[in-house]
T-cell receptor, first 110, second 113 residues
Framework: AQRVTQPEKLLSVFKGAPVELKCNYS??????LFWYVQYSRQRLQLLLR??SRESIKGFTADLNKGETSFHLKKPFAQEEDSAMYYC????????????FGTGTRLTIIP | DTEVTQTPKHLVMGMTNKKSLKCEQH?????MYWYKQKAKKPPELMFV???????INESVPSRFSPECPNSSLLNLHLHALQPEDSALYLC????????????FGQGTRLTVV
C-alpha cells in the first residue's frame, strides 16, 4: 500500500537559514509526488510537483527513487514561509488518488 | 474565475438532519474531488468525479452521498451523520483526472451534534 511519511510534525528555522522538510514514500509503482502548502487561514495550495522540476517561491524538491524521498528545500528561509506543508503522492491507474503525509508545520523565527 | 467555492463555510447539524454541502468551480475542470480533514490530520480522499461520473468511492459510508449535477457543481448530501463525522470537508478540482489537483476550496467546517 502507498504511504507518505513526514517525520517532523514541527520545524523551526531562523530567518535566512536553510530549510529542509523531509518526505519519504512507499509505493511499488511509479508515483507522482507533490508538495502542498497551507498558510494560516488560507486554502490548501499546490506548491510544486516533481515532474515539472521547477522552483516555486525559492523552494525545490528532487525525487530520489533510490531513497524513496522527495525532500523540500530552500536555501534561505523567509518569514512568509511559515505554514503547514504536506507532501503528497498521486497513484492509481489515472493518478486520480492523492495520499497526503501528516504534514510539517514550519515556523520561521525572525 | 480561478477559484473553487464551497458553501456553507460552517454547518452545525443534528444526527437526524439532512443537509448538503456545495462546491462550485467555473474553470472548466472536469474532475472534482471530496476530501475529509479531521483536526491536525491530513486530508483524506472520499470521492472522485470525472466528467460528472463517480469514478472513485473510497469506501465512504452511505450516509455521505455525492452528486455531480453538472460540470461546475459538486454536492455532498449528508444524512444521519455521527459526531465522529465532524470535520473540515474540502472540495478540489483539476482539469481532468490525472492532472494535479491544484485548486482546493476553503472547506466547510461541519459539526455534528
Amino acid at each position: 500500500a502507498q504511504r507518505v511519511t513526514q517525520p517532523e510534525k514541527l520545524l523551526s528555522v531562523f530567518k535566512g537559514a536553510p530549510v529542509e522538510l523531509k518526505c519519504n514514500y512507499s509505493y511499488s509503482g511509479s508515483p507522482e509526488l507533490f508538495w502542498y502548502v497551507q498558510y494560516s487561514r488560507q486554502r490548501l495550495q499546490l506548491l510544486l510537483r516533481h515532474i515539472s522540476r521547477e522552483s516555486i517561491k525559492g523552494f525545490t524538491a528532487d525525487l530520489n527513487k533510490g531513497e524513496t524521498s522527495f525532500h523540500l528545500k530552500k536555501p534561505f528561509a523567509q518569514e512568509e514561509d511559515s505554514a503547514m506543508y504536506y507532501c503528497a503522492l498521486s497513484y492509481n491507474f489515472g493518478n486520480e488518488k492523492l495520499t497526503f503525509g501528516t504534514g510539517t508545520r514550519l515556523t520561521i523565527i525572525p | 474565475d480561478t477559484e473553487v467555492t464551497q458553501t456553507p463555510k460552517h454547518l452545525v447539524m443534528g444526527m437526524t438532519n439532512k443537509k448538503s454541502l456545495k462546491c462550485e468551480q467555473h474553470m472548466g475542470h472536469r474532475a472534482m474531488y471530496w476530501y475529509k480533514q479531521k483536526a491536525k490530520k491530513p486530508p483524506e480522499l472520499m470521492f472522485v468525479y470525472s466528467y460528472e461520473k463517480l469514478s472513485i468511492n473510497e469506501s465512504v459510508p452511505s450516509r455521505f452521498s455525492p452528486e455531480c449535477p453538472n460540470s461546475s457543481l459538486l454536492n455532498l448530501h449528508l444524512h444521519a451523520l455521527q459526531p465522529e463525522d465532524s470535520a473540515l470537508y474540502l472540495c478540489a478540482s483539476s482539469q481532468r483526472v490525472g492532472l494535479p489537483q491544484a485548486f482546493f476550496g476553503q472547506g466547510t467546517r461541519l459539526t455534528v451534534v
